[in-house]
């Protein structure tokens, strides 16, 4: 019986971390947080950590990762039939992108992740890994089938990826730094939708 439970509780046990990890990371920074404090507010002694990572470092690059996933991480669409869907595959893509962007944890750990990069070669890989590489390669594979499908205008799908997703990206920085001074974002709420209008209108055919 307790073969079976264990795995269960350890990988439960890990997922608390991440949690925990998660909100002190995005309030006291990453130098501020320590393993002794995550493992404090886990309810677990701190040696009972390194069970399931080596470092501070790592569980920030656990955390990290899911920031800079994919919008479609935790639900990875078939390109080939989404793609097909033209307009509304990249509403749905800009959708789950807003809902990252002003996700309010989300947004915290982006911010401190926006610092870390500078001082960080391993998050720096991770982030044109997971966010840049991954995100490119998905949009890419997606207008490239609209194309083939007479969607859109043929042109160099990685060149379009790249114009779509700047944009949004641009976007997520302007709503962290907005939230940092206290600015209302209202106005810019809208603009993601907007984005994918004039987008849309200006590659179709």
Do not use: C
Not at 16 to 34: A, D, H, N, Q, R
Not at 89 to 116: C, G, H, P, V
Not at 183 to 189: G, L, N, P, R, W
């Amino acid at each position: 019986m307790s073969e079976n439970t264990t795995p269960h509780k350890r990988t439960g046990t890990k997922q608390k971390i991440l949690k925990v990890s998660t909100t002190l990371f995005s309030e006291l920074g990453y130098k501020g947080t320590s393993v002794r404090k995550i493992a404090k507010e886990v309810g677990i002694r701190e040696s009972a950590i390194y069970n399931h990572y080596k470092s501070k470092e790592e569980i920030f690059l656990e955390v990290a990762k899911g920031i800079f996933s994919s919008p479609f991480s935790k639900n990875e669409p078939d390109i080939k039939e989404s793609a097909m869907k033209g307009k509304a595959f990249l509403q749905n893509f800009t959708m789950q992108y807003k809902l990252l962007t002003f996700d309010k944890s989300n947004e915290n750990m982006f911010r401190l992740l926006m610092i870390e990069l500078f001082a960080n070669k391993e998050l720096r890989e991770q982030f044109m890994s997971e966010f840049h590489d991954k995100n490119v390669k998905m949009l890419s594979e997606a207008f490239f089938i609209m194309m083939q499908n007479s969607l859109i205008r043929s042109q160099d799908p990685m060149m379009i990826s790249y114009e779509f997703l700047s944009t949004l990206f641009y976007m997520r920085l302007q709503v962290t730094l907005m939230r940092f001074d206290n600015d209302s974002t209202t106005a810019i709420s809208t603009q993601f939708e907007k984005h994918v209008e004039f987008f849309w209108e200006s590659i179709r055919i």
